[in-house]
Nanobody, 114 residues
Framework: QVQLVESGGGLVQAGGSLRLSCEVS????????MGWYRQAPGKQREMVAVSPTGGSTNYADSVKGRFTISRDHAKSTVYLQMTSLKPEDTAVYYC????????WGQGTQVTVSS
């Protein structure tokens, strides 16, 4: 049973930074992809950043140059470093792991005040 535990969300002023973490347990065969999605109120869930194993990372255009995804294989953890945050980054952020089954975290709220 794969489980994802996210942490690091919160309230921050525009221009500030946050780092999200997602620790994955229960996966025995490795992860094809680890990444982050987000969902703002009234909007569809969208990809923020994904990191395929052995492949190139992919970022949404809206976060390029501001967000960085990284993985710690030893800790089975994926991170999302967010800088220069904007009010439009406000959303619930979800960690995703593909094994190739899809597993989602419970979500962590990020609120950016203007």
């Amino acid at each position: 049973q794969v489980q994802l535990v996210e942490s690091g969300g919160g309230l921050v002023q525009a221009g500030g930074s946050l780092r999200l973490s997602c620790e994955v347990s229960g996966g025995s065969s490795g992860f094809n992809v680890m990444g982050w999605y987000r969902q703002a109120p009234g909007k569809q869930r969208e990809m923020v950043a994904v990191s395929p194993t052995g492949g190139s990372t992919n970022y949404a255009d809206s976060v390029k140059g501001r967000f960085t995804i990284s993985r710690d294989h030893a800790k089975s953890t994926v991170y999302l470093q967010m800088t220069s945050l904007k009010p439009e980054d406000t959303a619930v952020y979800y960690c995703i792991v593909v094994t190739p089954q899809y597993y989602w975290g419970q979500g962590t709220q990020v609120t950016v005040s203007s």
